[in-house]
C-alpha cells in the first residue's frame, strides 16, 4: 500500500477552515484516498473517501488533483468538537486490512 | 443500532499473565479485523475474519498473541505471557464485506 506523508500537527481557530494535505507520490492506478477521524479514547472514524477531482459530504471535502499525488482534507467552520487526530490512507478501495500513518493532530482553539 | 463494543475498556495486567479481550461486532457484518494501537501511533493491523475464518493474521507481532471467532461473531483476542511491550490500545472493527470499517472504542491494556 502507498505511504502517506502528512503534517504531524496543525492548530485553528474556531469557524476558521481547516485544509489538511496528505503526500502520496506512489500512489496506484486502483487505489482510493481515505480519510479517518479519532477522537481520544475512541476508534477511527471514517470520513469521507474519493479517487479524483472532489467529493462532498456533509461533514468534509476532499480534493483531488489530477497526479493523484497528493490529496486535501478541507473542515469547514471548525469547532473545538472537531479537535482530533485524521489520518490519510491510500489504498484499494475497501481493502481488507488498513493501513494508517501517524496522522495529523488537529487542536481547535476557542 | 448499537456499534462494536469491547470489554473490557481498561485491563492491567502483570508481566506473564494471560489476557482476553472480546470484540462484539455490528450485527450482521461478516468482517472483523484486530488492531494495535500503541500510544502517539496510528492503528497497526494485526488480523481479519471473513465469518469464522480468519484470513490474514499476517500482522500478529508473535506466537503469543491468538484471535478466535468460533461462530461467526464474537471474537476473542488472547494475549499469553504478557510482555511490558504490549502495553496499547486494542481496537476491534467490523464491517460488511469489502466496505467501510466501523471500529469499537478499543480495550486500554497496560502491562504491568
Known sequence: L???????????YEGQEVNITCSHNNIATND?????QQFPSQGPRFIIQGYKTKVTNEVASLFIPAD????????????LSDTAVYYCL?????????IFGTGTRLQVFP | GAGVSQSPRYKVAKRGQDVALRCDPISGHVSLFWYQQALGQGPEFLTYFQNEA???KSGLPSDRFFAE???????TLK???TQQEDSA???CASSLARSEQYFGPGTRLTVT
Not at chain 1, 32 to 36: G, P, S, V
Not at chain 1, 68 to 79: M, W
Not at chain 1, 90 to 98: H, I, M, P, R, S
Not at chain 2, 69 to 75: A, D, I, Y
Request: positive net charge.
Open chain 1, 2 to 12: 502507498a505511504k502517506t506523508t502528512q503534517p504531524i500537527s496543525m492548530d485553528s
Open chain 1, 32 to 36: 482510493y484516498i481515505t480519510w479517518y
Open chain 1, 68 to 79: 493523484r499525488k497528493s490529496s486535501t482534507l478541507s473542515l469547514p467552520r471548525v469547532s
Open chain 1, 90 to 98: 491510500v489504498g484499494a478501495v475497501n481493502t481488507d486490512k488498513l
Open chain 2, 54 to 56: 480468519q484470513l490474514d
Open chain 2, 69 to 75: 471467532r468460533p461462530e461467526g461473531s464474537v471474537s
Open chain 2, 79 to 81: 494475549i499469553q505471557r
Open chain 2, 89 to 91: 490500545v486494542y481496537l
